[in-house]
């Protein structure tokens, strides 16, 4: 069936997906309509799966378009079809039922269901509780993505110095993420200690740049080191996902060499853009896997170096 005509289905995954409106506008100053969207995520979804796959997440929802109301979505609607794969996920007072994004099928009836953005757990359905993933969300003052350039190579280097192995990723927002792939081994309270540590010991380093102040009016101007999604049930923008910004920008991977780059900001790539990115450079986080590294081991490293950091006078 013609586009135009309201509905159509395309194959995804071995599936067939209905596409409803696909002419309804996302973007409406790019042209960029459901189907536009439907079409991207499954150009992009056999890299992004494999850092999807296997992860509870949260549907940032807009119906009427990035301009228009949002909602974020948790729990799977009772009319979503019975072949996504959903996961009961415990919360306080009782469980959730969550969607796992597995395969491009997901990826395109999620997209059909305006989800411009999914936000995936840290940790994979099997260990729930403990996260393979480390996340530095490094938040500008302003728009200065120079700042953001230096700080995610500040938190490289100390993330390098007790054995992680981090990688970068410009939001698609205003900043960028630093994540470091974990052995999966420990839990979320140990996580979270060794981030905030780690944030606390940067920002002693350089405290007329950096902070780990919550509070917006006492940051002063400097960049906040964001570690609150290393908890339980948070979330973190999942790469390759479009955001709700002028021109859809999409959340990127990136090499350490193209962070460098002064011409990279935090929304070069977007939704137009990307699948060619893919098909020239490939994934830069293809081997994150294999970059894993063991929380406890790093955690002791840390902790040597923070009291030899204390122990010198200033």
Avoid at 72 to 84: A, C, L, N, R, T
Avoid at 93 to 116: E, H, I, K, S, W
């Amino acid at each position: 069936m013609s586009a135009r005509s309201g509905r159509y289905e395309v194959r995804a995954g071995g599936r067939q997906v209905t596409v409803t409106r696909p002419d309804k506008e996302m973007f409406p100053e790019e042209g960029i309509t459901k189907a536009d969207l439907v079409d991207y995520y499954r150009s992009v979804a056999r890299p992004m799966l494999t850092h999807l796959r296997d992860r509870p997440v949260a549907m940032e929802r807009y119906p009427d378009g990035y301009r228009g109301r949002s909602f974020f979505h948790k729990d799977v609607p009772d009319y979503f079809p019975d072949w996504i794969h959903r996961l009961e996920v415990p919360k306080e007072g009782g469980t959730l039922d969550m969607a796992v994004c597995d395969d491009a099928a997901t990826l395109a009836y999620l997209a059909n269901q305006a989800c411009l953005t999914p936000h995936a757990w840290l940790s994979r359905t099997g260990g729930l509780d403990r996260p393979d993933r480390l996340i530095f969300d490094l938040d500008p003052p302003g728009d200065d993505f120079g700042v953001v350039r230096w700080a995610a190579f500040t938190v490289r280097d100390l993330l390098r110095d007790v054995g992680l192995r981090p990688a970068p990723m410009t939001t698609g927002s205003r900043g960028a993420h630093v994540l470091a792939p974990l052995d999966g081994k420990a839990g979320f309270d140990e996580a979270r200690d060794f981030a905030r540590l780690a944030a606390e010991v940067l920002a002693a380093r350089h405290p007329d740049r950096l902070t780990t102040e919550i509070r917006k009016n006492r940051r002063g101007g400097r960049l906040y080191l964001d570690v609150q999604r290393n908890a339980y049930a948070q979330t973190a923008v999942a790469p390759y996902a479009v955001r709700a910004r002028p021109h859809a920008p999409v959340a990127t991977p990136l090499t350490w060499d193209e962070l460098a780059d002064e011409r990279i900001g935090p929304r070069h790539f977007t939704l137009r853009t990307l699948p060619a990115r893919l098909e020239q450079r490939g994934d830069p986080w293809a081997g994150l896997r294999r970059d894993r590294r063991s929380l406890t081991a790093a955690r002791r490293r840390l902790d040597r170096l923070a009291r030899e950091e204390r122990a010198v006078p200033h």
